[in-house]
């Protein structure tokens, strides 16, 4: 049986909910073509079930072949592998890879922890324990870092190889968070890449 058979079999289960990082892992699963359950809602954070999968009771989680993943990058990662025909993901080894780890990680670290404190500051803590004085920091510190993404987008349409992949997936996601949040005013080239991932028939942006 070739690899791609082997992951068309595989019994997959994703735990999402739709305003989420859960997008990614739908999106990276749906442009790999493997089919999977849904169990979702608000109702299934933290409950006793996802908590089996997840300890932190958090979404994207999936099970595959009754084994548990979690985390967003982990999971997209760990599929885009799977189905490695798709090409959606370079070999292990290759700087082509090195470079997918190395987007993923700028984006969790460099953007999106700005983008969560702001959003735990915001609706996610009870009222009088939120910091509202760090937005101004927090918002500054992302428009720092997202001109460094903007700059290397500025001759490429896409992050690693200058093709398509589950890097822009993962990065992608942050990106549309930041243009939410109305921060991405001064970074052109994330605009128009933000504009070519959602012309993909499976965006979930």
């Given amino acids: 049986m070739n690899t791609g058979a082997f992951a068309m079999a595989l019994d997959i289960t994703l735990y999402e909910y739709g305003p989420s990082r859960s997008k990614q892992a739908r999106w990276a699963l749906q442009e790999l073509g493997l089919e999977f359950k849904s169990i979702a809602g608000l109702e299934i954070l933290h409950s ?5 999968v997840n300890p932190m009771g958090k979404v994207p989680a999936v099970v595959i072949d009754g084994e548990p993943v979690f985390e967003a990058a982990a ?6 592998d799977l189905v490695p025909e798709k090409g959606l993901i370079a070999a292990s080894g290759t700087r082509e890879r090195a470079l997918h780890l ?19 500051n915001t609706f996610v803590l009870p009222e009088e324990k939120r ?6 920091q927090n918002n500054k510190a992302f428009t720092h870092a997202a001109k460094v993404l903007d700059q290397a987008l500025e001759n ?4 690693v190889g200058n093709r398509f992949s589950v890097t822009d997936i993962l990065v992608g996601f942050t990106v ?5 949040m109305g921060l991405l005013e001064q970074t052109p080239n994330l605009q128009k ?3 070519r991932l959602k012309e993909r028939p499976d965006c979930t942006l």
């Fill in 75 to 80: 999971i997209c990662t760990y599929l885009a």
């Fill in 48 to 52: 006793d079930e996802l908590n089996q």
């Fill in 102 to 120: 190395q987007w993923v990680s700028f984006a969790l670290t460099e953007l999106e922890a700005y983008l969560w404190s702001n959003a735990r």
């Fill in 176 to 180: 549309n968070w930041g243009n939410l």
């Fill in 193 to 195: 890449y933000l504009a």
């Fill in 131 to 136: 910091i509202t004085a760090l937005f101004e």
């Fill in 156 to 159: 490429v349409d896409y992050l």
